[in-house]
C-alpha cells in the first residue's frame, strides 16, 4: 500500500477473489482494510458498498432467470427485471443479503441465457443529483446506436 491508503490485489483465479471476499475482516500491520472488488469507473456504478446491483442488457430475461443465475452468488432479497406496461425496460436489479454478494459478482462476466448483461453497484436516485437525471429523462445513452440504460444506474429508496 501507498500513502493513499488504498492498494490492489490481483488475484489469477478469480474463485479466489471471491473467497478472499467473503472474509469480512482483514488487517494488515493491525490496521483494518476494507475489501471491495476493482471494477473500472465506468462500469462502477459507486464505489459504496451495496446490497443492491443493476442488472443492464437484460432482454426478455424473467425474474426467475435472474434469482436462478445469481442465487450461486449468495441469499437474494429480491430480483426482478423493470417492466412497463409487461414489456422489459432491459435492465433490472438484484438485492443481496450482504454487501460482498455484490462485489462477488463484479468479478466476473454474467451469461444468462446466452446473453450477456452488464452489472454495476445500484446507486440510489437521491445520491445522484435530480438535475443530472431530469436532463437525461433519467436515462443515459450508452454508445453510437447502442439501447439507452438507466443513468448510472439508479433505482429508488
Known amino acids: 500500500m501507498d500513502r493513499k491508503g488504498y492498494g490492489f490485489v490481483t488475484f489469477a483465479d478469480p474463485k479466489d477473489a471471491m473467497k478472499f471476499l467473503e472474509t469480512r475482516?482483514?488487517?494488515l500491520k493491525g490496521r483494518r482494510l476494507d475489501a471491495k472488488a476493482a471494477v473500472p469507473k465506468a462500469h462502477l456504478g459507486t464505489a459504496k458498498l451495496t446490497k443492491k446491483m443493476f442488472v443492464g442488457g437484460t432482454g426478455d430475461l424473467t425474474d426467475e432467470d435472474f434469482?436462478?443465475?445469481?442465487?450461486?452468488?449468495?441469499?437474494?432479497?429480491?430480483?426482478?427485471?423493470?417492466?412497463?406496461?409487461?414489456m422489459s425496460r432491459g435492465f433490472g436489479f438484484v438485492t443481496f443479503a450482504d454487501e460482498i454478494s455484490v462485489e462477488k459478482c463484479l468479478l466476473v462476466n454474467h451469461f444468462i441465457k446466452g446473453r450477456k448483461v452488464e452489472l454495476k453497484r445500484a446507486v440510489p436516485?437521491?445520491?445522484?443529483?435530480a438535475a443530472a437525471v431530469a436532463a437525461a429523462g433519467g436515462l443515459q445513452a450508452v454508445g453510437p446506436g447502442a439501447m439507452a440504460a438507466p443513468l448510472a444506474a439508479a433505482y429508488p429508496p
Request: net charge negative.
Open 25 to 27: 475482516v482483514h488487517e
Open 67 to 86: 434469482k436462478e443465475h445469481f442465487s450461486q452468488y449468495g441469499d437474494i432479497e429480491d430480483a426482478a427485471v423493470v417492466r412497463r406496461e409487461g
Open 125 to 129: 436516485k437521491e445520491d445522484l443529483g
